[in-house]
């Protein structure tokens, strides 16, 4: 499928745009298990991305195959993904014209505190391997309308934002009974992302096209995470690092905060760049906080049923 690039403003179908994902939260126990599904037809089926320049070539869509955890930390230390990309969506500048090609719909496998959910990796080609001079010569953002976390609270411990009032960032009739309504939560809330880059071909090739991934394993040791950049901050607050996060939080104060316009990604000074990639997946430390936010809340519980969904309110900007 093929459509008109617009630099400002250019639409294109991608992976956590499409994905609802199901919070259930036991009403006995300290565990919250997300769910994924498909939403077919509604307002935020379209991925905005702004693209600010003419470098971007490809992006590329893969699943993921495994994900490797700590025995002691419970972190990924390690993320495999398939060699075959599932989908691809291609920018011809000189024509404006992106080309979408496979299956740009991915949805992240479902989310348990023992079934560690798969996450996404998008991988973004560049037209060419460009020297870089300074640091955040290339940059990825995200950015939000949603003002705060869902699981913040406020002096007195009490949730920020109720359920039914403030909280939701979309509502829609019930499909099954018109008298009720669905209502949607900011998937910003609870994602977390990784990203690097290479100036190094990452994809084999046939006939000069890109056909699987070179090396299907990220190690999270190469990967820049929310957790470095926030290091890099406090040791120098000029450090221009991404920030990889919407929602932080922190678990010595039990204190949280949200960014509506994050960096997910900034070269650096003196490199070169031809492939950059980003890694989405969950927050498992935001998972917690809100499960533990609304729990015994009489809306989540009763009306709910212990369930709450989650719709993607980011788009991205490439500069």
């Known amino acids: 499928m093929k459509k008109g690039i617009s630099k400002t403003n250019l639409k294109i179908i991608a992976a956590t745009a499409m994905s609802i994902f199901t919070l259930f939260a036991a009403t006995v126990g300290a565990f919250a298990w997300f769910t994924g599904k498909i939403q077919e037809a509604n307002q935020a089926d379209e991925f905005s991305v702004m693209v600010n320049n003419g470098r971007l070539k490809n992006?590329?869509?893969?699943?993921?195959?495994?994900?490797?955890?700590?025995?002691?930390?419970?972190?990924?230390?390690?993320?495999?993904?398939?060699?075959?990309?599932?989908?691809?969506?291609?920018?011809?500048?000189?024509?404006?014209?992106?080309?979408?090609?496979?299956?740009t719909k991915v949805v992240m496998e479902d989310y348990s505190p023992l079934d560690f959910s798969q996450p996404i990796l998008l991988v973004f080609e560049l037209q060419d391997a460009y020297e870089l001079t300074y640091d955040g010569e290339i940059s990825i953002d995200a950015r939000t309308e949603v003002q705060g976390f869902l699981g913040a609270r406020n002096d007195e411990n009490a949730p920020v934002y109720e359920l039914k009032t403030n909280g939701y960032y979309y509502t829609e009739p019930n499909p099954e009974d018109s008298s009720k309504t669905?209502?949607?939560?900011?998937?910003?809330?609870?994602?977390?992302?990784?990203?690097?880059?290479?100036?190094?071909?990452?994809?084999?090739?046939?006939?000069?096209?890109?056909?699987?991934?070179?090396?299907?394993?990220?190690?999270?040791?190469?990967?820049?995470?929310?957790?470095?950049?926030?290091?890099?901050?406090?040791?120098?607050?000029?450090?221009?690092?991404?920030?990889?996060?919407?929602?932080?939080?922190?678990?010595?104060?039990?204190?949280?905060?949200?960014?509506?316009?994050?960096?997910?990604?900034?070269?650096?000074?003196?490199?070169?760049?031809?492939?950059?990639?980003?890694?989405?997946?969950?927050?498992?430390?935001?998972l917690d906080y809100i499960y533990s936010t609304f729990l015994g809340d009489d809306t989540l519980e009763t009306d709910f049923d212990s369930h709450l969904e989650f719709l993607c309110d980011w788009g991205l900007e490439i500069n």
């Open 59 to 103: 992006i590329y869509f893969h699943k993921s195959t495994s994900k490797t955890i700590d025995d002691v930390t419970r972190k990924p230390t390690a993320y495999t993904f398939a060699n075959n990309y599932c989908g691809k969506i291609s920018y011809d500048w000189q024509n404006d014209v992106a080309t979408y090609s496979g299956d």
């Open 182 to 286: 669905d209502y949607y939560y900011a998937l910003s809330s609870v994602v977390d992302f990784l990203c690097n880059d290479s100036s190094n071909e990452l994809y084999n090739k046939n006939n000069g096209e890109n056909t699987t991934l070179i090396n299907t394993t990220y190690q999270v040791s190469n990967l820049r995470t929310r957790e470095q950049s926030k290091a890099a901050k406090e040791a120098d607050p000029d450090a221009v690092v991404p920030d990889l996060c919407f929602a932080s939080i922190n678990n010595e104060t039990d204190e949280t905060s949200f960014k509506q316009d994050p960096s997910l990604y900034k070269s650096r000074a003196n490199t070169t760049v031809r492939y950059i990639s980003i890694i989405v997946d969950y927050y498992s430390d935001a």
